[in-house]
């Protein structure tokens, strides 16, 4: 992997000496944006470095302000049914596709449905599962996409009917699962709708250039509704997973937005950038999956004893320096409509980190595992310099366990195209809440859905599968009383969680550091910062 990041990082240089040449008189946002994007098809896409780029490009009924709140995007207005099942949106007059062409009603109609069809085997079509015969369509028990709960009332008008009242479902469609697909370039040349010689935006870019391995490059639509009032001209998203790297250009001022740093060097950016640090909780998780399909990692107490003995404590403020807190459970605190449960704590919380070892060590004896025998294991992540730290110290800490670990890393496409696939033992994974709900994460433990005779597990990569807490999360979506609602989740949070369905690791920090030449870049909950919402001094 060294060769590819040193290629890379070539390239990037070149392809930004090119770019910084060709765009003088422009007003230019040079983003740091991470790994390589695996798709930038709302359908298809899954990471935080795709849905900077997508949520620059397309607008749905929603959208988010500079503090990552639902305001009203495509739609002008909306109104809800007294009974909270009903949302009925009206399209802003003169809205269009970068070619000219009208965005209408049937925009979100077609995309809805392509969303849940089986055919697409969107990995996050869950997230709209709230709508009515979503979860119905997708897993191919309703295939008459009539029923499904959109509908165009006429060009101007939407209307989405939810199984259950739903408190964050403006919030969910802020998402780019709910965004609109352009229906007549679709039609015309399929899934190569997003390469640049097809592709069109209703958002406040559009994508005109992509070089593989280096960078997309966006510029203003002049089409979009809300065009006067977007400040930045063009913006260019580079690959860059070599962090040091990445902050060496920042220095040189070659980027202007970092949305990642090397951990150890947080104090140094404190210091010597003063003002340019946005480092904030938000809520997120870090976390490794475990391939329960595969003995013997499908025994809760081989995955208790794995879990029992990292030593979450030291991972902020020793492994990282950048002082995330320790997590046990799975929903952030925080997090809104989970009032009145509380979090989550394994039964051996109380235990010193000796006596976790000890009992931990004690489980894997039980089951045969010694130092002079130990289980060989396989701990997968995506290539990146914190990874690696973490990977290495959690390896050490198994080793006490009789555990002897292999560490693998491949680009981040490559590690979570393994994840999807079943092909790890353990794997690094990370999430961050779409919205402020915490069926967010809880939904990343439901059992997979059939489709097209195949078990699509969606994120659940660790393959956890417990009818309990399936039956719980489905009472969830139709409960009215939020606080019977949370109850039930919280209930599902411990089972899952008292089964170790996953090892939660630590809380997320967002690392953004920020040129003092941007101005309206706001540190918030969700960690999205639309490049609609920033300037550039000239």
Do not use: C
Not at 10 to 31: D, E, K, R
Not at 60 to 89: C, K, N, R, W
Not at 466 to 480: I, V
């Amino acid at each position: 992997m060294k060769i590819t990041q040193t290629l890379t990082a070539v390239a990037t240089a070149g392809a930004m000496a090119l770019l910084m040449s060709t765009a003088a008189s422009a007003v230019t946002l040079n983003m740091m944006n991470g790994s390589e994007p695996g798709s930038i098809d709302p359908h298809q896409a899954s990471g935080d470095w795709e849905n900077r780029i997508i949520g620059d490009y397309i607008e749905g009924l929603m959208t988010e302000d500079a503090d990552a709140q639902a305001i009203p995007g495509q739609a002008e207005s909306h109104t809800v049914s007294d009974d909270g099942l009903v949302y009925t949106f009206k399209l802003r007059d003169g809205i269009q596709w970068s070619d000219g062409t009208p965005v209408t009603a049937g925009d979100f109609v077609f995309a809805f449905q392509r969303l849940f069809d089986p055919k697409t085997a969107s990995d996050y079509a869950y997230l709209q599962f709230p709508i009515k015969n979503g979860s119905e369509i997708a897993e191919g028990t309703v295939t008459d996409f009539d029923e499904l709960g959109v509908k165009a009332l006429d060009d101007k008008t939407v209307e989405i009917t939810l199984e259950g009242p739903t408190p964050f479902f403006l919030q969910a469609l802020t998402h780019y699962t709910a965004y609109p697909v352009p229906k007549h370039v679709i039609d015309k040349v399929g899934t190569e709708w997003t390469k640049v010689e097809n592709i069109v935006s209703n958002g406040p870019y559009t994508p005109i250039e992509w070089l593989p391995g280096s960078y997309i490059k966006s510029v203003k639509s002049e089409t979009y509704w809300d065009a006067a009032n977007v400040q930045i001209d063009e913006v260019n998203y580079f690959v860059q997973e070599d962090l040091a790297a990445a902050l060496s250009r920042y220095r040189a001022g070659e980027y202007d937005i970092l949305t990642d740093i090397p951990s150890d060097q947080a104090e140094w950016i404190k210091t010597n950038l003063p003002g340019q640090d946005y480092f904030a909780p938000f809520l997120g998780i870090y976390y490794y999956v475990i391939n329960q399909e595969k003995p013997p990692f499908d025994n809760a107490e081989v995955r208790k004893a794995l879990s029992m003995s990292i030593n979450r404590d030291v991972i902020g403020p020793d492994v990282l320096g950048t002082g995330e807190l320790p997590a046990y459970g799975w929903v952030p605190e925080g997090t809104a409509n989970y009032e009145g449960v509380t979090p989550y704590q394994p039964e051996w919380i109380g235990l010193s980190y000796e006596e976790r070892v000890a009992e931990a060590k004690a489980i894997m004896e039980g089951l045969g595992y010694t130092a002079d025998s130990p289980l060989p294991v396989q701990l997968k992540y995506n290539t990146n310099d914190n990874h690696q730290r973490i990977a290495v110290a959690i390896s050490s800490m198994w080793e006490q366990i009789g555990v002897k670990t292999e560490l693998f890393n491949s680009e981040t496409a490559v590690h979570y195209d393994a994840l999807r696939a079943g092909d790890f033992e353990i794997g690094r994974a990370g999430w961050l809440l779409d919205y402020s709900d915490p069926s967010n994460t809880l939904d990343l433990l439901r059992t997979g859905i059939m489709q097209d005779g195949a078990m699509n597990w969606g994120n659940n990569y660790g393959r956890y599968a417990n009818e309990e807490f399936d039956a719980l999360m489905d009472q969830a979506t139709t409960e009215q009383d939020l606080v019977a609602r949370a109850a039930m989740l919280g209930e599902a949070e411990k089972i899952a969680m008292d089964e170790t369905a996953a090892f939660p690791i630590y809380w997320y920090i967002a690392q953004n550091v920020v040129s003092p030449e941007i101005s309206g870049f706001v540190s918030n909950a969700s960690d999205i910062h639309r490049t609609r919402w920033l300037s550039k001094a000239e």
